[in-house]
T-cell receptor, first 109, second 113 residues
Framework: RKEVEQDPGPFNVPEGATVAFNCTYS??????FFWYRQDCRKEPKLLMSVYSSGNEDGRFTAQLNRASQYISLLIRDSKLSDSATYLCVVRGSQGNLIFGKGTKLSVKP | DAEITQSPRHKITETGRQVTLACHQTWNHNNMFWYRQDLGHGLRLIHYSYGVQDTNKGEVSDGYSVSRSNTEDLPLTLESAASSQTSVYFC????????????FGPGTRLTVL
């Protein structure tokens, strides 16, 4: 089983739609979780950390289910500018980041 | 403003040549990392460093080496470039606390012919 797995998509949605991405991780001892965003041919950038209690940042909501080793990202009222690849990330035991392969989102007018 | 830079941004080389990719950060971060990104694999860790004179192997370290002689720089060397090392390489850095956010450089696109 891969350490971090996510649906590669692509997800093609209209502007204003709500879209959800899911991710599972294999190491039950993992403590830190993140969603990164990567635009085409650019570097990954931190979108938000994921906390056990769930957290929200504007239109973005992240959830963590430790029992199921499952992380989710919900985007409400999608904008054209949300088109990107979303990377599910777990921090490894050495402080490094372990990346999923990414889920591609395309928001259409 | 503090930043992390990589050079060159694009490089084409031949099989068997030694290649060095530069990474320079001005945040005074102790932790620095090298990743490679390939289609179908996502980002994978090559080497990392937690401070001057400290280097560690990551998941895909074969054929690569790093050295950390100062806080600002972590150059990545491909001892004898192979076509399998054609990839996009990202450098990242973070503060002393290993839970700190990692900031990524703009990447180097390397092609080995």
């Amino acid at each position: 089983r891969k350490e971090v797995e996510q649906d590669p998509g692509p997800f093609n949605v209209p502007e204003g739609a709500t879209v959800a991405f899911n991710c599972t991780y294999s190491n039950s001892a993992s403590q830190s979780f993140f969603w990164y965003r990567q635009d085409c041919r650019k570097e990954p950038k931190l979108l938000m950390s994921v906390y056990s209690s769930g957290n929200e940042d504007g239109r973005f909501t992240a959830q963590l289910n430790r029992a199921s080793q499952y992380i989710s990202l919900l985007i409400r009222d999608s904008k054209l500018s949300d088109s990107a690849t979303y990377l599910c990330v777990v921090r490894g035991s050495q402080g490094n980041l372990i990346f999923g392969k990414g889920t591609k989102l395309s928001v259409k007018p | 403003d503090a930043e992390i830079t990589q050079s060159p941004r694009h490089k084409i080389t031949e099989t068997g040549r030694q290649v060095t990719l530069a990474c320079h950060q001005t945040w005074n971060h102790n932790n620095m990392f090298w990743y490679r990104q390939d289609l179908g694999h996502g980002l994978r860790l090559i080497h990392y460093s937690y401070g001057v004179q400290d280097t560690n192997k990551g998941e895909v370290s074969d054929g690569y080496s790093v050295s950390r002689s100062n806080t600002e720089d972590l150059p990545l060397t491909l001892e004898s470039a192979a076509s399998s090392q054609t990839s996009v390489y990202f450098c990242a850095s973070s503060g002393t606390n290993r839970d700190n956010e990692q900031f990524f450089g703009p990447g180097t696109r390397l092609t080995v012919l």
